[in-house]
């Protein structure tokens, strides 16, 4: 009897081996339309988790054919107006009397402002780790690196296979959320 059931469980996991990952097929799709993409624009609720105080903010983006994001800080009020640009090279900040002051996060690595351009370069490039259900949502999984310090994100894209929000986590803990609105690709 356990002869029939170790080959029944053996059989399964072949039999599933064998089958296509239906989510990481449209995951490396999402990948495709995002790389040929002219343009893309979204709007981002950021959180940036310190531990010991959270910063929350908005952000309009807007990104072009090699990745790089224009932004304008939607909300809070307090720094509404802010634009800049971020590109793989660095970036810039535009204002009149008023600056973004946020700390950086995961021992230096990342800018608040800088996670609508993460998320757009880890789902153009990032290492695919898996992809599956989630709910209604899929789910994708991505590393930027192997190393010990590398960030990982997940994102979780809706039915039409566009973002709707994404946590980038460093050292397993979560550092950063993003919430995705109004995700289109030109």
Known sequence: MKRIGLLLCMLLVLAGCGGKN?????AMALRSRLLGASECSFRTGI??????RVHTFTMENQSDQ???????????????????VIRDSGGELTFDDTALAFPMLADD?????????????????GYLTSAGKDGDLMR???????????????????????????????????????????????
């Open 47 to 52: 959180t940036a988790d310190y531990g010991d």
């Open 140 to 186: 994708i999984t991505i590393d930027d690196r192997y190393e010990d310090d590398a960030l990982t994100m997940d994102i979780w894209v809706d039915r039409e296979d566009r973002p709707v929000y994404a946590e980038i986590l460093w050292k397993g803990e979560n550092i950063l959320t993003i919430t995705v609105e109004n995700f289109q690709i030109v």
């Open 22 to 26: 239906r989510d990481l097929e449209r």
């Open 109 to 125: 690595q990342l800018a608040p402002v800088s996670a609508p351009w993460l998320l757009l370069k880890t789902l153009r490039s």
């Open 66 to 84: 090699n990745g790089n994001v224009s932004f304008t800080v939607s909300e809070p009020e307090s720094i509404a107006g802010i634009t800049g």
